[in-house]
C-alpha cells in the first residue's frame, strides 16, 4: 500500500492505524463507543458516506480509511482475550470498572448530545428511553429468564456491535451486560470461536446494511432526540448491571469495587480531556 494509493503520507498511515485500534478498542470496551471516537477523530462522517452509499463513494473513501480498519481489527481482536480473563476471574471489580468508565463518559456524551441544541423534546426522549430500558430489564430480571447464548442471541450481539459503531454514544456492552451475553460474546471473539464470530458477524452486516441509512438519516435530522435517547439507554443499562450484592458482601470487597469505580471515571475523564484538547483532522 503506497502513498499514492492512499493519499496518506507513511506517518499519517500509521496514525490512521493508530486512531483505528483506539475505535477497535472503543467498540469492545464497556462504557466507551467506537462511534463517539469515529467523531472525535473525524473518521465517523466518512465511514457512514461509505456504508450508506458504497458504490458511489468506493474510490474517493475507502482507499483512505483502509488504515482505519487496519487499526480498528487490530484494537478489537487485541482487548477481547484480555476482557474475557477478567470476567471470568474478577467479574464484580471488573463490572464496576466498567461502570466507572461509562459514568466519566457521561459528561462528554451530553456535550456531544447538546452540540446541536437541546429542547424539551430532547429530554422527553432520554426519559422515555431509560424508561422502556428500565422496564424490559426488570421484566427479565423479575422474571428470572436465563438467556442461552446460541446462533440467534450471537446475531443479536452482532447487532449491537454493529449499532455501537453507526450510532454514536451507543455502547454494544451497555446492553449485553445486563443480558448475561457480553463475556460469553467477547469470549468467543476473543478466541477466534466461529459458533460466535460467524452469526456476530452475520448480525453485524445486516444491520450495517438494513440500518445504516436510517441511522445517518436519524441524526442527521434529529440529532439531538436520538443522542439524548441513546444516553437514557446507557444511564438505564448501567444501573441494571451495579452488583450491590457484591458491596454489600463484605468491607473489603466494596472497597475493592469503589476502587475500581474510581480508577474508570477517573481514565474515563482524563481520554476526554485528552480527546478534547487534541485536534485530530478529518479524513
Not at 1 to 21: H, V, Y
Not at 22 to 33: C, D, E, H, N
Request: with cysteine; glycine share 10%; proline share 6%.
Amino acid at each position: 500500500m503506497n502513498q499514492k494509493s492512499t493519499g496518506l503520507r507513511p506517518a499519517q498511515f500509521i496514525f490512521r492505524i493508530f486512531q483505528g485500534a483506539l475505535i477497535g478498542l472503543g467498540a469492545v470496551l464497556p462504557g466507551i463507543s467506537g462511534g463517539v471516537l469515529g467523531v472525535i477523530f473525524g473518521v465517523y462522517k466518512p465511514i457512514m458516506e461509505l456504508i450508506s452509499h458504497p458504490f458511489a463513494n468506493f474510490k474517493t473513501h475507502v482507499p483512505k480509511l483502509i488504515p482505519v480498519f487496519i487499526g480498528g481489527i487490530i484494537g478489537f481482536l487485541g482487548i477481547a482475550n484480555l476482557l474475557a480473563f477478567f470476567l471470568e476471574k474478577y467479574p464484580d471489580p471488573s463490572v464496576c470498572l466498567f461502570i466507572g468508565l461509562i459514568a466519566g463518559m457521561l459528561p462528554s456524551l451530553f456535550r456531544e448530545a447538546g452540540e446541536q441544541g437541546r429542547s424539551k423534546g430532547s429530554y422527553i426522549s432520554l426519559v422515555v428511553c431509560m424508561i422502556v430500558i428500565f422496564v424490559i430489564l426488570n421484566i427479565l430480571n423479575v422474571a428470572s429468564v436465563t438467556i442461552e447464548p446460541n446462533f440467534f442471541w450471537y446475531l443479536f450481539c452482532g447487532f449491537c456491535l454493529a449499532l455501537s459503531v453507526i450510532a454514536p454514544g451507543m455502547s454494544f456492552s451497555t446492553l449485553l451486560m445486563p443480558l448475561g451475553l457480553y463475556t460469553p460474546f467477547i469470549d468467543g471473539i476473543g478466541h477466534l470461536d466461529f459458533g460466535v464470530l460467524v452469526p456476530g458477524g452475520i448480525g453485524a452486516l445486516l444491520t450495517v446494511i438494513i440500518l445504516a441509512k436510517a441511522i445517518n438519516a436519524l441524526f442527521n435530522n434529529y440529532y439531538s432526540f436520538a443522542f439524548h435517547g441513546i444516553i437514557g439507554i446507557v444511564i438505564a443499562a448501567t444501573v441494571m448491571i451495579i452488583p450491590f450484592s457484591s458491596f454489600a458482601a463484605s468491607a473489603q470487597q466494596a472497597l475493592i469495587n469503589t476502587v475500581c469505580l474510581v480508577v474508570g471515571v477517573v481514565f474515563a475523564l482524563l481520554l476526554d480531556k485528552f480527546n478534547s484538547r487534541v485536534d485530530v483532522p478529518e479524513v
